[in-house]
Protein backbone atom coordinates (compact mmCIF):
# COMPACT_ATOMS: atom_id res chain seq x y z
CA UNK A 1 0.00 0.00 0.00
CA UNK A 2 0.81 3.45 -0.24
CA UNK A 3 3.10 4.76 2.25
CA UNK A 4 3.57 8.72 3.96
CA UNK A 5 6.18 9.21 6.42
CA UNK A 6 6.74 12.11 8.81
CA UNK A 7 9.67 13.60 10.64
CA UNK A 8 10.22 13.98 13.47
CA UNK A 9 7.62 12.23 15.39
CA UNK A 10 7.69 14.40 17.84
CA UNK A 11 9.78 17.87 18.85
CA UNK A 12 9.97 20.26 21.79
CA UNK A 13 10.82 23.76 21.21
CA UNK A 14 10.84 26.87 23.07
CA UNK A 15 8.72 29.87 22.62
CA UNK A 16 9.75 32.26 19.86
CA UNK A 17 11.63 29.15 17.56
CA UNK A 18 10.00 27.84 14.43
CA UNK A 19 9.66 24.50 13.40
CA UNK A 20 9.41 22.70 10.46
CA UNK A 21 7.74 19.15 9.64
CA UNK A 22 8.51 17.16 6.69
CA UNK A 23 5.92 14.61 5.01
CA UNK A 24 7.19 12.28 2.12
CA UNK A 25 5.24 10.21 0.33
CA UNK A 26 7.61 6.69 -0.17
CA UNK A 27 6.27 4.45 -3.41
CA UNK A 28 3.63 7.41 -4.90
CA UNK A 29 3.73 10.94 -6.63
CA UNK A 30 1.90 12.74 -4.20
CA UNK A 31 -0.27 15.59 -6.55
CA UNK A 32 -1.70 17.13 -3.56
CA UNK A 33 -0.82 16.97 0.00
CA UNK A 34 -3.05 17.82 3.02
CA UNK A 35 -2.10 18.84 6.87
CA UNK A 36 -4.38 17.89 9.67
CA UNK A 37 -4.29 19.20 13.45
CA UNK A 38 -5.79 17.19 16.06
CA UNK A 39 -5.62 18.42 19.55
CA UNK A 40 -6.59 15.90 22.61
CA UNK A 41 -9.62 14.35 22.35
CA UNK A 42 -10.42 16.53 19.00
CA UNK A 43 -11.42 15.58 15.35
CA UNK A 44 -8.99 16.00 12.79
CA UNK A 45 -8.90 19.64 11.80
CA UNK A 46 -8.02 20.18 8.00
CA UNK A 47 -5.50 23.23 7.96
CA UNK A 48 -4.14 23.59 4.29
CA UNK A 49 -4.40 21.69 1.20
CA UNK A 50 -1.22 21.85 -1.63
CA UNK A 51 -0.74 21.05 -4.59
CA UNK A 52 2.93 20.51 -5.99
CA UNK A 53 4.32 23.29 -7.39
CA UNK A 54 1.41 25.86 -6.48
CA UNK A 55 0.52 28.02 -3.13
CA UNK A 56 -1.20 26.16 -0.27
CA UNK A 57 -5.12 26.52 -0.05
CA UNK A 58 -5.60 27.36 3.87
CA UNK A 59 -8.44 26.45 5.37
CA UNK A 60 -10.84 29.75 7.34
CA UNK A 61 -9.11 30.59 10.43
CA UNK A 62 -5.91 29.21 9.58
CA UNK A 63 -2.97 31.89 9.81
CA UNK A 64 -0.74 31.23 6.54
CA UNK A 65 1.96 33.42 7.63
CA UNK A 66 2.12 30.97 10.82
CA UNK A 67 1.92 27.95 9.27
CA UNK A 68 4.26 27.88 6.11
CA UNK A 69 3.47 25.11 4.02
CA UNK A 70 5.93 24.00 0.79
CA UNK A 71 5.50 21.36 -1.88
CA UNK A 72 8.22 21.74 -3.82
CA UNK A 73 8.29 18.04 -5.24
CA UNK A 74 6.16 15.36 -5.97
CA UNK A 75 7.27 13.36 -2.66
CA UNK A 76 7.62 16.20 0.20
CA UNK A 77 5.70 18.54 1.58
CA UNK A 78 6.69 20.87 4.66
CA UNK A 79 4.91 22.73 7.21
CA UNK A 80 7.04 25.36 9.17
CA UNK A 81 5.25 26.46 12.28
CA UNK A 82 6.79 29.95 12.79
CA UNK A 83 7.55 31.70 16.37
CA UNK A 84 6.14 29.14 17.75
CA UNK A 85 3.67 29.70 21.16
CA UNK A 86 2.73 26.91 23.83
CA UNK A 87 -0.95 27.28 21.89
CA UNK A 88 0.68 25.73 18.96
CA UNK A 89 1.26 22.41 21.00
CA UNK A 90 -0.69 20.17 18.84
CA UNK A 91 -0.80 17.13 16.88
CA UNK A 92 0.20 17.76 13.09
CA UNK A 93 -0.80 15.08 10.97
CA UNK A 94 -0.39 14.92 6.92
CA UNK A 95 -1.68 12.93 4.04
CA UNK A 96 -1.32 12.54 0.49
CA UNK A 97 -2.61 11.17 -2.51
CA UNK A 98 -2.15 10.72 -6.12
CA UNK A 99 -3.18 10.41 -9.67
CA UNK A 100 -3.25 6.56 -9.50
CA UNK A 101 -5.19 6.79 -5.99
CA UNK A 102 -8.40 8.41 -7.16
CA UNK A 103 -10.05 10.33 -4.18
CA UNK A 104 -8.05 8.28 -1.43
CA UNK A 105 -6.08 9.83 1.16
CA UNK A 106 -2.79 8.21 2.95
CA UNK A 107 -1.84 9.40 6.08
CA UNK A 108 1.36 9.75 7.68
CA UNK A 109 1.83 8.74 11.61
CA UNK A 110 1.56 12.45 13.12
CA UNK A 111 4.32 14.67 14.63
CA UNK A 112 3.36 15.62 18.04
CA UNK A 113 4.78 19.41 19.06
CA UNK A 114 5.52 20.76 22.11
CA UNK A 115 5.92 24.41 22.95
CA UNK A 116 7.79 25.29 26.18
CA UNK B 1 -21.37 22.96 7.46
CA UNK B 2 -20.78 19.33 7.42
CA UNK B 3 -19.56 17.18 10.86
CA UNK B 4 -19.31 14.19 12.35
CA UNK B 5 -20.85 12.48 15.93
CA UNK B 6 -19.09 9.46 17.32
CA UNK B 7 -19.38 7.97 20.59
CA UNK B 8 -16.23 9.33 23.40
CA UNK B 9 -14.66 5.89 24.27
CA UNK B 10 -12.88 4.49 25.47
CA UNK B 11 -14.80 1.67 24.51
CA UNK B 12 -13.40 -2.18 26.67
CA UNK B 13 -14.72 -5.00 25.90
CA UNK B 14 -13.64 -8.51 26.38
CA UNK B 15 -11.82 -10.83 23.30
CA UNK B 16 -14.60 -11.73 21.09
CA UNK B 17 -17.24 -9.53 22.47
CA UNK B 18 -19.39 -8.08 19.82
CA UNK B 19 -18.39 -4.24 18.88
CA UNK B 20 -20.47 -1.50 17.91
CA UNK B 21 -18.91 2.33 17.58
CA UNK B 22 -22.12 4.75 16.70
CA UNK B 23 -21.04 7.36 14.31
CA UNK B 24 -23.80 10.16 12.56
CA UNK B 25 -23.48 12.91 10.42
CA UNK B 26 -24.81 15.86 8.61
CA UNK B 27 -24.05 16.88 5.21
CA UNK B 28 -25.30 19.83 3.16
CA UNK B 29 -24.75 17.21 -0.22
CA UNK B 30 -24.35 13.59 -0.61
CA UNK B 31 -21.76 12.35 0.94
CA UNK B 32 -19.33 8.96 1.02
CA UNK B 33 -18.60 7.94 4.17
CA UNK B 34 -15.59 6.50 5.64
CA UNK B 35 -13.96 4.12 8.85
CA UNK B 36 -10.54 5.02 8.91
CA UNK B 37 -8.15 2.80 11.98
CA UNK B 38 -5.28 4.32 13.90
CA UNK B 39 -3.06 1.96 15.35
CA UNK B 40 -0.66 3.01 17.86
CA UNK B 41 2.32 4.69 16.11
CA UNK B 42 1.21 4.45 12.97
CA UNK B 43 -0.77 6.63 10.25
CA UNK B 44 -4.71 6.85 9.76
CA UNK B 45 -5.26 3.69 7.28
CA UNK B 46 -8.88 3.43 5.78
CA UNK B 47 -10.77 0.42 7.03
CA UNK B 48 -13.76 0.72 4.98
CA UNK B 49 -16.44 2.91 2.83
CA UNK B 50 -19.89 3.65 1.12
CA UNK B 51 -20.66 5.74 -1.47
CA UNK B 52 -24.28 5.84 -1.43
CA UNK B 53 -27.54 4.94 0.71
CA UNK B 54 -28.26 1.30 1.63
CA UNK B 55 -24.26 -0.15 0.49
CA UNK B 56 -22.21 -1.38 3.06
CA UNK B 57 -18.74 -1.61 3.51
CA UNK B 58 -16.33 -4.22 5.09
CA UNK B 59 -13.16 -4.87 5.63
CA UNK B 60 -11.37 -7.43 8.34
CA UNK B 61 -14.73 -8.29 9.77
CA UNK B 62 -15.96 -4.91 10.51
CA UNK B 63 -19.11 -3.91 8.58
CA UNK B 64 -20.81 -0.80 7.99
CA UNK B 65 -24.07 0.30 6.55
CA UNK B 66 -25.17 3.46 5.16
CA UNK B 67 -28.39 4.48 6.27
CA UNK B 68 -29.53 7.71 4.62
CA UNK B 69 -33.19 7.96 7.15
CA UNK B 70 -30.75 7.81 9.96
CA UNK B 71 -28.01 9.83 8.60
CA UNK B 72 -25.69 6.89 10.42
CA UNK B 73 -22.89 4.75 9.54
CA UNK B 74 -22.26 2.53 12.80
CA UNK B 75 -19.08 0.16 12.78
CA UNK B 76 -19.47 -2.66 13.65
CA UNK B 77 -17.83 -6.81 14.08
CA UNK B 78 -18.95 -9.71 15.54
CA UNK B 79 -16.01 -10.84 17.63
CA UNK B 80 -13.28 -8.56 18.64
CA UNK B 81 -9.87 -9.06 19.06
CA UNK B 82 -7.16 -7.89 20.62
CA UNK B 83 -5.01 -7.02 17.85
CA UNK B 84 -8.28 -4.22 17.10
CA UNK B 85 -7.34 -2.13 19.74
CA UNK B 86 -6.82 0.72 18.00
CA UNK B 87 -8.59 4.57 17.70
CA UNK B 88 -11.23 4.31 15.05
CA UNK B 89 -12.46 7.72 13.28
CA UNK B 90 -15.59 8.10 11.29
CA UNK B 91 -15.38 10.80 8.36
CA UNK B 92 -17.42 12.00 5.48
CA UNK B 93 -16.77 13.68 2.01
CA UNK B 94 -19.04 15.40 -0.59
CA UNK B 95 -17.45 14.57 -3.76
CA UNK B 96 -13.81 16.13 -3.63
CA UNK B 97 -14.42 18.59 -0.99
CA UNK B 98 -12.46 17.94 2.66
CA UNK B 99 -12.88 15.38 4.93
CA UNK B 100 -14.65 15.98 7.91
CA UNK B 101 -13.40 13.59 10.44
CA UNK B 102 -15.65 12.65 14.14
CA UNK B 103 -13.68 12.80 17.56
CA UNK B 104 -12.29 9.10 17.20
CA UNK B 105 -13.03 6.35 19.90
CA UNK B 106 -10.53 4.37 21.56
CA UNK B 107 -10.67 0.34 21.54
CA UNK B 108 -9.57 -1.68 24.52
CA UNK B 109 -9.69 -5.23 23.98
CA UNK B 110 -8.64 -7.25 26.67
CA UNK B 111 -7.87 -10.94 26.64
Known amino acids: GAVVSQHPSWVICKSGTSVKIECRSLDFQATTMFWYRQFPKQSLMLMAT?????????EQGVEKDKFLINHASLTLSTLTVTSAHPEDSSFYIC????????????FGPGTRLTVL | GDSVTQMEGPVTLSEEAFLTINCTYT??????LFWYVQYPGEGLQLLLK?????DKGSNKGFEATYRKETTSFHLEKGSVQVSDSAVYFCASQVGFQKLVFGTGTRLLVSP
Open chain 1, 95 to 106: SAKGTASYNEQF
Open chain 2, 27 to 32: ATGYPS
Open chain 1, 50 to 58: SNEGSKATY
Open chain 2, 50 to 54: ATKAD
